[in-house]
């Protein structure tokens, strides 16, 4: 079975680090783009930040650059988000998901909750 | 605000058909691949449409997309109480190099 487990949310102060991991299995993740979301609580989702299969390209939200920084670990089919100078407004449900084909993304997990406040 | 302007809401009767509808401009919609997603209440978002119109595996064609310029429309057809969800439209912002999603769209059937 496809599927995306992610877990390392939580709840931190304002301008404390998270390290999020996102766990694939079912599919071989080097060959995909896999990408960040999150969704504040009763808003729409957000796009936060993309990697290549290799790892060697990555690209992020303007809101969230020089703050995170998107990895992976392809032997351990792992994504991860390092968050850092966390602020009350990246409170959301943090999703990774598989870029399909063309920016669909066709795989989700099932999100790991982050709150930011003191 | 959105970079992707979606109606809030739409609604109409079982059965009937519905489009949303997904504005944005030349540097998103009309130079990248739209997607679409469909989100019920506490799930993640689900793909319905990527590559503007084409359905991922298990997707009935009740759901249709297209576009055309800055612009693209989701459209389904025979609605089923079931179809009640969010709907969001995505791409990529060739100006951001980032991707983005409209505000979304709530479809209510009648």
């Known amino acids: 079975e496809v599927q995306l487990v992610e877990s390392g949310g939580g709840f931190i102060q304002p301008g404390g680090s998270l390290r999020l991991s996102c766990a694939a299995s079912?599919?071989?993740?080097?060959?995909?783009?896999m990408h960040w979301v999150r969704q504040a609580p009763g808003k729409g989702p957000v796009w936060v930040s993309c990697?290549?299969?290799?790892?060697?390209?990555?690209r992020y939200a303007d809101s969230v650059k020089g703050r995170f920084t998107i990895s992976r670990d392809n032997a351990k089919n792992t994504l991860y988000l390092q968050m850092n100078s966390l602020r009350a407004e990246d409170t959301a449900v943090y999703y990774c998901?598989?870029?399909?084909?063309?920016?669909?993304?066709?795989?989700w997990g099932q999100g790991t909750t982050v709150t930011v406040s003191s | 605000q959105s970079v992707l302007t979606q109606p809030p809401s739409v609604s109409a009767a079982p059965g009937q058909k519905v489009t949303i509808s997904c504005s944005g401009s030349?540097?998103?919609?009309?130079?990248?691949?739209v997607s679409w997603y469909q989100q019920l209440p506490g799930t993640a978002p689900k793909l319905l449409i990527y590559?503007?119109?084409k359905r991922p595996s298990g997707i009935p064609d009740r759901f249709s997309g297209s576009k055309s310029g800055t612009s693209a429309t989701l459209g389904i057809t025979g609605l089923q109480t079931g179809d009640e969800a969010d709907y969001y439209c995505?791409?990529?912002?060739?100006?951001?190099?980032?991707?983005?999603f409209g505000g979304g769209t709530k479809l209510t059937v009648l």
């Open positions: 079912g599919f071989t993740s080097s060959i995909y783009w």
């Open positions: 030349s540097f998103d919609i009309a130079n990248n691949y």
């Open positions: 998901t598989r870029d399909f084909y063309r920016g669909g993304l066709d795989v």
């Open positions: 590559d503007n119109n």
């Open positions: 990697i290549d299969g290799v790892g060697g390209t990555t």
């Open positions: 995505g791409t990529w912002d060739s100006s951001l190099n980032a991707g983005v």
